[in-house]
C-alpha cells in the first residue's frame, strides 16, 4: 500500500520561515555590531595618532623656548619669558633664537606660540595664525598649559652666609617645566574621547638673588 504524500502545513511553513527570519537577523546583527567594533577601532587609532602629532609638535617647540644662540654676558636673555608663567591658560607664546645673528633682541621669525581656538589648535608661524589639527576630524576639547617652577636653593655656592630675612639675599635656581594636556574627540563619534599629556622642561634657567658682597 502506497504512502500518501503530505507537504508542510501552513503553520509550520510560517514556524520554519521565523526560525530562519531569526537566524538571519542575528548573523546580521552580529555583523554590524562586528563592522561597528572595527570602525570603533579605526577611529581610536586615528585619535590618538592626530593627539600623539599635536602633542609632539608643541612639546618639540616648546623644548625650544628660551634657546639664545649667542648669548652677550652683559645683557640679559631676551628669549627667556614664557607665557603663561603662573596660572593654567589654553595658550602659550614663547621665542628662541633661530641663528647667531639676532641675538642682542628678538629679530623677525622668532616669535612662536599655541592656543586652542574653536575646536582647534593654532601655531603661529611668523605674523600668522595655522591650524596643527584637523577640524574635520578631531575637535579638540582640552589645551592645557600648565608651568611649573622648582626651586634649587644655592646659598652653599656664596662665601658668607646671608644676612636673616633678606629676600634679596637668597640665591635660587629657577627649574622651570610645563605640563601640556590635549583631549579631544572624534567628529564622526562624539563618544569617543581620549587624553594625551607631556611635561617639557624649558631652557636657560633663571637665577634669582645674590650672594652677600
Not at 527570519?21 to 562586528?34: D, E, I, M, T, Y
Not at 611668523?126 to 600648565?146: E, H, K, M, S, Y
Request: hydrophobic share 45%; net charge positive.
Amino acid at each position: 500500500m502506497r504512502t500518501p504524500l503530505r507537504g508542510l502545513t501552513l503553520v509550520e511553513l510560517l514556524l520554519g520561515l521565523a526560525i530562519g527570519l531569526f537566524v538571519v537577523a542575528a548573523a546580521l546583527s552580529l555583523w554590524a555590531g562586528r563592522i561597528r567594533e572595527h570602525r570603533v577601532l579605526l577611529l581610536q587609532g586615528r585619535l590618538m595618532q592626530d593627539l600623539r602629532v599635536a602633542t609632539e609638535v608643541v612639546t618639540r617647540d616648546l623644548r625650544r623656548a628660551g634657546y639664545w644662540a649667542a648669548p652677550i654676558a652683559t645683557t640679559g636673555n631676551p628669549y627667556a619669558a614664557v607665557a603663561p608663567a603662573s596660572a593654567a591658560s589654553d595658550a602659550v607664546s614663547f621665542s628662541f633664537s633661530r641663528d647667531a645673528t639676532e641675538d642682542h633682541a628678538l629679530g623677525a621669525g622668532e616669535q612662536f606660540g599655541f592656543r586652542l581656538r574653536a575646536g582647534v589648535i593654532e601655531m603661529l608661524l611668523g605674523d600668522r595664525w595655522q591650524a596643527l589639527t584637523d577640524a574635520g576630524t578631531v575637535t579638540i576639547t582640552t589645551f592645557d598649559i600648565v608651568p611649573h617652577t622648582h626651586e634649587i636653593a644655592l646659598l652653599g655656592f656664596c662665601a658668607q652666609p646671608c644676612v636673616p630675612k633678606t629676600p634679596q639675599c637668597m640665591p635660587r635656581q629657577l627649574v622651570r617645566s610645563l605640563a601640556v594636556t590635549i583631549s579631544g574627540r572624534a567628529v564622526t563619534e562624539r563618544t569617543l574621547v581620549r587624553t594625551v599629556r607631556s611635561q617639557v622642561r624649558l631652557r636657560n634657567d633663571a637665577i634669582v638673588g645674590s650672594c652677600p658682597a
